[in-house]
Structures are given as C-alpha cells and as structure tokens.
C-alpha cells in the first residue's frame, strides 16, 4: 500500500507549496488516476514515493515503511519496487530500444537470469514489435516510444507501476488503440497502479477511483458518476465542464 500522510512539498522551501497538506492511501492492486489542472502537484505525488522529491512535512510510505529521505542508499532498493514512467517517457536518445529496456534493471541490479525472454515476453504483452528494438527513440513513432516507455519500466517485474501521462503526448486514435491495451495490461499484471493524466475522459476509462488534485491538494476523490452528481466545491464542477465536451468511454 502507498501512503501519504499530512505531506507538504515546498520546492526551494518557497512559499508556495506543490502539495500542501495532502493524506491519501492507494490499496494494493488498484487503479488509481491522478487528475487535476497543470502545476497542481501530480508529478511531485509520484516523485514522493520514489524519494525522487522529500515531502517538507508529513510522512510518505510504502507498505507502511517510511520511504528513505533522497541521497539515502535504502532508496536503491525500494526503486526496485516501483517501475516508473516520467513525463515525456525519459528514454535515452542514444541507446536502442533494446538497451533502453534493460538499462534501467540492470542498473538497479535486477538482471533477470534471461533478459531477453523477458524482453520477448514485454514486447508481446505491450505490443512492441520485437523488430524495432534495434532503433533508436528518434526512429520510433509517439505511440511505440510509450510502449517501450512501460516495457522498460515492467523489466524488473515491479510490485507499484507510477505513470506519469503516459498517454499524454499522443494523437487521438494512437492514443484510444493505447488506452485499451493498457488497460486489458493493468487487468491483467493486477499490480497496483497509479495513472497521472490531465484528462477526466481517460481517468474514467481507467479507475473508479479518481483522484482529483487542485493546488496541491485534493479536491475530490472517487468514481467519476459521484464526482459527476455530487462535486465537492465549484472547481470540482467546473473542471467536469470544462471536460464535459469530451465524452467518456465506457
Ligand atoms: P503537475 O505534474 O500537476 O503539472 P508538478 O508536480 O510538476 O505539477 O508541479 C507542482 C508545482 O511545483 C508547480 O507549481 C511547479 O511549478 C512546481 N515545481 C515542480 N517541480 C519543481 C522543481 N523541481 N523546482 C521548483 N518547483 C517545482
Ligand atoms: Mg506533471
């Protein structure tokens, strides 16, 4: 289980606060989307439970152990648990595909006994054709470049998968063919999951339990009908306005 309790993130200890006061947990197994308005704090959430970021107050854990503070050498191990995807995917321009997908693990000292059977195996599951992984990220399409993104990020075979608008940059139809097959990949790896997006469409599609973040703190937390029947406060309403032009998927 992830857990926030009370956090407070004030980069460069300025006055404004990235996440101000935020408690949350996220069960074992679930889906869960982060939603809200650019700078309201989604990246830094993701950022806690990696030690990428310190909270400046509060307590973030994970399965109840206090996550290390950053620099501390218990972080290599519990990056171990987590496979990750940054914004814009993070992938190196001048590595393969290949070499993309197995630098990460092997960094972190997770070599598996046949990485290429792994490598096989993530290819098939995230539909990543076997042969483009001789090509550079620059010799990828926008929707192979996020494949390779998360099958880098299953290499080590991680308990959490943190997404961070994994979808984001990505024509429509690319990106509905992607929101299918992440979603019959989540259903099936059954790790816990947290999404980061800025559409309310695509938070629906993927969780009943949506996140939705305002200044760095949380706005409303649920399924989107309840959000939809009952917003907690006029933002929660007008940000489901202002994204009621689009439709949700069922
Ligand atoms: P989101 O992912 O929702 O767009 P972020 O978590 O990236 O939001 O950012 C939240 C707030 O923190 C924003 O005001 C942003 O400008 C600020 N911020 C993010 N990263 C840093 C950083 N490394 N240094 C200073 N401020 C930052
Ligand atoms: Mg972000």
């Not at 949350?24 to 990246?43: D, F, H, N, W, Y």
């Not at 409303?220 to 006029?234: C, I, L």
């Amino acid at each position: 289980m992830l857990r926030l309790r009370g956090v407070t993130v004030r980069y460069d200890r300025g006055a404004h606060a990235a996440l101000d006061d935020v408690s949350l947990e996220i069960p074992e197994g679930s889906v869960t989307a982060l939603i809200g308005p650019s700078g309201c704090g989604k990246s830094t959430l993701l950022r806690l439970f990696v030690a990428l970021v310190g909270p400046t107050s509060g307590a973030v854990e994970v399965d109840d152990q206090p996550v290390p503070p950053p620099g501390d050498e218990r972080i290599r191990r519990l990056r171990r648990r987590f496979g990750y995807v940054i914004q814009e995917g993070g992938l190196f321009p001048h590595l393969t595909a290949r070499a993309n997908a197995t630098l990460q693990s092997r960094k972190l000292g997770l070599g598996s006994a046949d990485p290429d059977a792994r490598l096989d195996e993530l290819c098939e599951l995230c539909h990543f054709d076997r042969g483009l992984l001789a090509r550079y990220p620059g010799e990828l399409s926008g929707g192979q470049r996020q494949r390779l993104a998360i099958v880098r990020a299953l290499m080590h075979d991680p308990e959490f998968l943190l997404l961070d608008e994994p979808l984001g940059a990505l024509d429509p139809v690319v990106r509905a063919g992607l929101q299918d097959e992440l979603r019959a990949l989540f259903a099936r790896l059954a790790k816990t999951v947290v999404m980061v997006t800025h559409d309310l469409a695509e938070a629906a599609f993927f969780s009943e339990d949506i996140v939705l973040l305002r200044r760095g703190r949380i706005a409303q937390r649920g399924p989107f009908a309840a959000m939809r029947e009952s917003p907690a406060d006029e933002f929660v309403e007008g940000f489901l306005e202002a994204q009621s032009a689009r439709e949700v998927p069922s």
